[in-house]
């Protein structure tokens, strides 16, 4: 898909405000292509990462599944659903919901990332749920600001055997992430924390590229 102007607007006001992400436009515009196509062919996003990363990962879909910016106003269809429902109360729910893209943070589930962590192995936190949850056609966005963080690793490798889509997010330096991802986003930062400050900006870009392109009905103008 090509991605509408006002979308690409968020990514040029990105790049003016940090211009040492100016490089990495093109990567930006594709991983939100990438995630666009897989949410109109009826996927879903999947997001992992570790420490702050983990809080990134769960800060990504906080933005994705719920409204960021826009006022997404659900369709008549769905509005429809709910008046037939036969809830007293479906007007009240209907102006309350919002159209979302479906993404899930494998970070989350405390019972289970402990279980697997003690009865399997901690690298495979990520990948059991990649597998159990993933279908071909699915994105998987990897955040590791080493690039290299073996439970990453593996649901990045689980991902590519089962037909998912690989994005990642990570720093400047060589990485075991590089050759596992379709769409990587190298931030020019070596430093743990540098790496995660530069993060943010992007997938808050991301985040609101996705949203312009899949819900800008709700917004006058554009």
């Given at each position: 898909m090509t991605l509408k102007p006002f979308s690409l607007q968020v990514g040029e006001d990105l790049l003016l405000r940090y211009p040492e992400l100016a490089h990495l436009g093109g990567t930006i515009a594709r991983?939100?292509?990438t995630?666009?196509?897989?949410h109109h062919a009826g996927g879903r996003l999947l997001v992992c990462g570790n420490g702050g990363s983990a809080a990134d990962a769960e800060h990504i879909v906080g933005e994705l599944v719920k409204s960021f910016v826009l006022r997404r106003a659900i369709g008549p269809k769905d509005r429809g659903l709910l008046q037939q429902s036969g809830c007293d109360d479906w007007r009240e729910i209907a102006e309350k919901l919002q159209g979302g893209v479906a993404a899930m943070a494998l970070t989350g589930p405390a019972a289970l990332t402990t279980a697997i962590g003690n009865d399997v192995a901690a690298e495979m936190v990520f990948a059991q749920q990649v597998y159990v949850h993933g279908r071909r056609g699915d994105v998987l966005l990897g955040l590791s600001t080493s690039g290299?963080?073996?439970?990453?690793?593996?649901?990045l490798k689980v991902a590519r055997a089962f037909g998912l889509v690989t994005l990642g997010l990570t720093g400047s330096q060589p990485?075991?992430?590089a050759g596992l991802c379709d769409v990587i986003i190298p931030v020019p930062a070596t430093e743990t924390f540098k790496i995660q400050e530069l993060h943010l900006p992007i997938y808050h870009a991301v985040c609101l590229m996705i949203e312009r392109e899949l819900f800008s009905e709700t917004l006058p103008g554009l």
């Amino acid at each position: 898909m090509t991605l509408k102007p006002f979308s690409l607007q968020v990514g040029e006001d990105l790049l003016l405000r940090y211009p040492e992400l100016a490089h990495l436009g093109g990567t930006i515009a594709r991983a939100v292509e990438t995630i666009c196509d897989s949410h109109h062919a009826g996927g879903r996003l999947l997001v992992c990462g570790n420490g702050g990363s983990a809080a990134d990962a769960e800060h990504i879909v906080g933005e994705l599944v719920k409204s960021f910016v826009l006022r997404r106003a659900i369709g008549p269809k769905d509005r429809g659903l709910l008046q037939q429902s036969g809830c007293d109360d479906w007007r009240e729910i209907a102006e309350k919901l919002q159209g979302g893209v479906a993404a899930m943070a494998l970070t989350g589930p405390a019972a289970l990332t402990t279980a697997i962590g003690n009865d399997v192995a901690a690298e495979m936190v990520f990948a059991q749920q990649v597998y159990v949850h993933g279908r071909r056609g699915d994105v998987l966005l990897g955040l590791s600001t080493s690039g290299n963080s073996k439970n990453v690793v593996s649901a990045l490798k689980v991902a590519r055997a089962f037909g998912l889509v690989t994005l990642g997010l990570t720093g400047s330096q060589p990485s075991r992430m590089a050759g596992l991802c379709d769409v990587i986003i190298p931030v020019p930062a070596t430093e743990t924390f540098k790496i995660q400050e530069l993060h943010l900006p992007i997938y808050h870009a991301v985040c609101l590229m996705i949203e312009r392109e899949l819900f800008s009905e709700t917004l006058p103008g554009l």
